[in-house]
């Protein structure tokens, strides 16, 4: 009897529920509900709602849900307003106007559903695969916070992502200073995706408010604009280094095509300490700009980031970064202090991280500019680049490398790398120049140059570069044209060097003899490289005047004396044994050997006859042509 008797009950209750509409009503609402909550997920990144929204969201339809229940038992909706159920069976002329909206709203609501539906299984889910991410550029984050005082915080999350995903070695990254020059500029995304080569760009946002912190990060479609996601992050300024690892993790499964964890991204040193990285991030803020105003400020920040943090290893090594160029950019009143400095920095952070690529970069240019220590030098920076193939930078300073012991080859590619990953950066494009000018290829070495100079018009090194190259190609009024139009540029002791250049090769050596004089100022033991004038004088045959200074630039730790476009081999220079002398010595003779190995090897200059051909002007002999030389430094002006 019991059984029979739950089973009636039930079909009783069930045939009520089916009167009551109660079926009806909840099917209708919970596709409604669906679709309320799947469009609560696609405009909430944009309208940066708080990352508890979604949770709250489902919690109060699912409440919505029993009460829309409840009602439906109750009460029923009539053309009449809502009526009770008693009265609903007193007035049976009131059911079919409510059947008809009820059926109404659930045709619609289940319609809608099942369009959404198809429209993201078949489409929006395609976007992985169709978009998958092999090249990006990382702007620059906008500061939101109320007082707009953390345009360094902003920039610096996005370095820091930046410098993540270069660790992978499957995504081209766009180098900082064009990405960051691109993204400040009031421009459409498409074209400056174009301009620096990427499919795809990482956007973002940064509000600070006391210790909360809101972030926000978009990932799109360089050609169409396309969002591939979007996502917002509140959290505690304490949970900034889990904020980082979570965007790179997404731009990560991009890449990969398939599910990406903050636990597949590259291992870095972190901080316990907010000041530290306060004042770390502060220190990458002014580092980027490369002044001598910029740089001392650089490296007062990062000292008080070692200060709050000596264990914070990426304080060490921008440290390091700042010190290693700060010579190209200021006066320097102690150099050997200065590389000491330098060294220990470097090698600081590489006890605390060894796979710090930016300070194997830099222990390697130090081993270059100040101990030429060629072979460790190699090592090093072998090291950097395996570390961070992507990083624009560190390619650029392996080029360098190369281009100084004369792997010409070599060079070129990491050279161009370096412009492909940073290509508005100017010293990138000078020095890919230089190394294309040795290959023999002059006129792509010219329109290099002359990007560099549109990037950066107060680029002296790259004005003193393209002045040779139009010597070089017989354009002598032109190049008096430039001399005249950016002296300023130039500076005044290069502006000597170069109408001293121009002297000789028209023919007026004691005109050139004058303006070298003018440049040294008759004082030796003055700071500043000797190799330009030491370089000049050989150009004359003067072998006396040219060993002298060769030999004081020697001394000194001169790094112009290393730089392939003066003294590229002693044999170079016939008939000035005293010149030749000078440069067979110590170290040097290991970096000619290197560079006669290219030579032989085909990686090497293009050809001998680049080769300056040396006779005195003073006998009357053919005037030296110009061999591969340049009144700058070899590595000037560096860096993003």
Do not use: C
Not at 17 to 22: A, E, H, T
Not at 258 to 279: C, I, K, N, V
Not at 359 to 377: M, N, P
Request: proline share 4%.
């Amino acid at each position: 009897m019991t059984p029979m008797h739950t089973g009636g009950s039930l079909s009783r209750l069930f045939k009520e529920l089916q009167r009551r509409s109660v079926f009806k009503v909840g099917v209708t609402y919970l596709a409604s509900a669906w679709l309320l909550l799947q469009l609560i997920g696609e405009i909430g990144p944009i309208l940066e709602f708080p990352e508890w929204f979604p949770r709250v969201a489902l919690l109060v339809v699912a409440l919505g849900f029993v009460v829309a229940v409840v009602l439906a038992w109750i009460f029923e909706l009539t053309d009449q307003g809502l009526r009770t159920t008693t009265e609903m069976d007193r007035d049976v002329t009131l059911r079919p106007a409510f059947g008809r909206t009820l059926n109404v709203l659930l045709v619609a609501s289940l319609t809608l559903a099942l369009g959404y539906f198809i429209w993201e299984s078949r489409f929006q889910k395609a976007t992985p695969t169709t978009s998958r991410v092999d090249s990006i550029a990382v702007l620059p984050f906008k500061d939101l916070s109320p007082a707009g005082d953390q345009v360094y915080f902003a920039e610096g999350m996005a370095e820091e992502i930046l410098n993540v995903l270069s660790r992978l070695p499957d995504l081209k990254v766009a180098g900082r200073t064009s990405a960051f020059a691109a993204g400040r500029a009031d421009r459409d995304l498409q074209s400056i995706a174009a301009e620096l080569g990427v499919s795809h760009m990482l956007l973002g946002s940064v509000r600070t408010s006391g210790s909360q912190l809101r972030i926000t990060a978009q990932l799109v479609k360089a050609d169409d604009g396309f969002q591939v996601w979007s996502h917002t992050f509140d959290r505690e300024l304490t949970d900034v280094f889990a904020v980082q690892d979570d965007i790179a993790a997404l731009v990560s499964q991009a890449v990969r095509g398939e599910d990406g964890t903050a636990s597949e991204l590259p291992q870095r040193t972190r901080t316990a300490s907010m000041a530290a990285y306060d004042q770390y991030l502060l220190g990458r803020y002014h580092l980027a700009f490369r002044t001598g105003d910029a740089l001392e400020r650089a490296t007062s920040h990062l000292r008080a980031a070692i200060e709050q943090d000596p264990g914070y290893a990426p304080a060490w090594s921008a440290l390091a970064m700042a010190l290693v160029v700060s010579p190209y950019y200021s006066r320097v009143d102690n150099p050997q202090a200065l590389a000491q400095e330098v060294r220990d920095a470097a090698r600081k952070a590489i006890d605390l991280d060894v796979n710090n690529g930016e300070a194997h970069a830099v222990l390697g240019t130090a081993l270059v500019i100040f101990e030429r220590d060629w072979l460790s030098a190699a090592e090093m920076l072998q090291r950097a680049v395996a570390l961070q193939p992507n990083d624009a930078t560190i390619a650029n300073l392996y080029g360098d490398y190369l281009y100084v012991i004369g792997d010409f080859e070599s060079a070129l590619r990491y050279e161009t790398l370096a412009a492909e990953l940073d290509p508005l950066l100017a010293a990138n494009q000078h020095e890919l120049a230089l190394v294309l000018n040795f290959l023999g290829r002059l006129e792509e070495a010219v329109e290099r140059e002359r990007l560099a100079v549109r990037l950066s018009p107060e680029f002296g090194n790259a004005w003193s570069a393209l002045a040779r190259m139009l010597l070089e190609s017989g354009l002598d009024a032109e190049t008096s044209s430039l001399l005249e139009q950016h002296r300023d540029a130039l500076g005044q002791r290069a502006a000597l060097r170069l109408e001293a250049r121009l002297l000789i090769n028209q023919g007026d050596p004691d005109g050139a003899r004058e303006l070298i004089e003018s440049s040294l100022s008759g004082d030796l033991s003055q700071e500043g490289s000797l190799t330009h004038e030491a370089f000049l004088f050989a150009l004359l045959g003067d072998d006396e005047r040219a060993a002298e200074l060769v030999t004081l630039s020697y001394e000194r730790r001169d790094p112009i004396l290393v730089s392939p476009l003066y003294f590229f081999l002693p044999e170079d220079w016939p008939g000035m044994p005293q010149l030749q002398a000078a440069l067979l010595r110590g170290e040097l003779v290991a970096l000619f050997d290197l560079r006669r190995h290219h030579i032989a090897a085909g990686s090497g200059r293009a050809a001998q006859a680049m080769a300056p051909k040396i006779a005195p002007v003073a006998t009357g002999a053919e005037t030296p042509s110009m061999g591969n030389a340049v009144d700058s430094p070899a590595r000037s002006n560096k860096g993003p």
